[in-house]
């Protein structure tokens, strides 16, 4: 992700937000740079983010709740003294100023991400904020090791001097001096012992990580194993074997011909060489004198279960659906981010309620002061931060109710084709009805003669036959026979008249 998150061009309201005084609080406090500042690093937290990195359970755990958590939206309520729920606050100073903090909803959703990870690892975090010359200011979330305190030039009441200043790591070995008034604080995921410190639920876990680790390594030294020595190919001592190119020094050239190609299978296990037998050539009297002696180690039955049943243990430490560590289980791509009101209550409000109150300690309660709002309103409610997490609820599965009701007369069809998402004017007309369960009908063998009949399905065209009104086909009169003549004296017999007949 960019290091700057997003720009937005700060309000006079907010032009010393950064130089709130430093209040340590419950989970979050704001940071001036001083060189007595300690920025303790713990060996467990190291030895974490080189879990991270390398063990794919830990990384697609934080990876599914970060991406989670990115879903959940920052909102401002208020909480009375008596009240249970916080109420959401719709307009205002507060919500400005939480529309403020890392540019809006796109912002903020990496910052939730981001945050997720640094509680989730190393149980700490930092949002660094700095304005540019432009007035433009840059939002960023920091891990504790991208973050140092240092020194230089800046103008401080109207006068140049030589002060402490926060810096950043923007490249390897690469740091950068933050003006005078950028804003920093801390956001921690405080240990039940001591609350100054750091905690996390993967460092409980951690023992199930190295475990999972090690088995990865067994499963690895018996991989390379079978494919390094399958065994041992027992051949007479009166058989020799030209020596290969490259290989006439050695004393016994083809083993050392043999090892090399065992040499070349671990390094390219995917080669041609892993896959098929060595070829000799040997006089037939002696083929029956060569044995394979297989002893190479077989997978352990148990291996797979164990791998399993650590994989389910860090998923309880890290407060995720099993599923997630397993491989997702019945969880398709599609609903991988949604859960059920029971799923947000356990996997996501603790963790946003956590970020929230950093934020309300470390953002909303110093901006709100300092463009010279009450953080309590006129009823005595308390305003914080508050989170929205209704773009992770699974929506209830009505289509399939209604197609229950439907069936039973209970609902219209209108109702029904509201529920499965489709318009009322899809709905076809009587003739296109009528023609659809006739089809219906043709299927059935029973009622398949009588259904196609009524169908009235149009038959071969008549040779000079010419299409009327509604696409009936009519006989062209032109083609029509001539009837023969009568005797001139005859007249014509007339129509539904009975010709006469002459008598013998």
Sequence with gaps: MADVLTRRRRSDSLRHTSIVPNTVVSSAAILRPNRVLRLVDFEWQRELWEFYESLEELRFAMLWHSQTMSRVRLTVARITPDGEEPELVTDGPAVELMRDFFGGTAGQSDYLKEMDVQLGVPGEGFVVAHDDADGDRHWAVKSKDELRVG??????????????????????????????????????????????????????????????????????????????????????????????????????????????????????????????????????????????????????????????????????????????????????????????EQGIKVHVSPEAELICNGVTDGWLHPAMRNAGESIVDSDGARIICWYDTSELNVPPNRAESAEAAHDRFAITTEAYLREKGLDVADMPSPKELREQILLKMATDPTSAPAAIDALELPGPPVAGATTGPGGVETEDPSNQPTPAAGPPDQPAPEDNQPSATRSP
């Design 151 to 340: 020194s230089g030039r800046a103008t401080v009441d109207g006068r140049s001097k030589t002060v402490d200043l926060w810096e950043v790591e923007v490249d390897e070995g690469v740091w950068q001096q933050l003006p005078y008034e950028s804003f920093v604080f801390r956001q921690w995921r405080p240990s039940a012992r001591k609350h100054y410190r750091p905690d996390s639920p993967a460092k409980a876990a951690l023992n199930t990580m190295r475990v999972l680790r090690m088995l990865d390594r067994r499963v690895i030294a018996m991989s390379v194993s079978r494919l390094a020595s399958n065994g041992i190919l027992l051949y007479p001592q009166e058989v020799t074997f030209p020596a290969k190119p490259g290989f006439e020094k050695e004393a016994d050239p083809f083993t050392a011909e043999w090892l090399d190609i065992a040499g070349k299978v671990i390094n390219d296990p995917g080669s041609a060489l892993a896959a098929i037998p060595l070829p000799m050539k040997v006089p037939k009297e002696f083929i029956e004198s060569f044995k394979h002696m297989d002893f190479a180690n077989s997978y352990d039955e148990r291996l797979m279960e164990l791998i399993n049943l650590y994989r389910d243990r860090l998923a309880t430490g890290m407060n995720v659906p099993k599923e997630v560590i397993t491989g997702m289980g019945d969880t398709s791509h599609w609903n991988a981010w949604t859960l059920d």
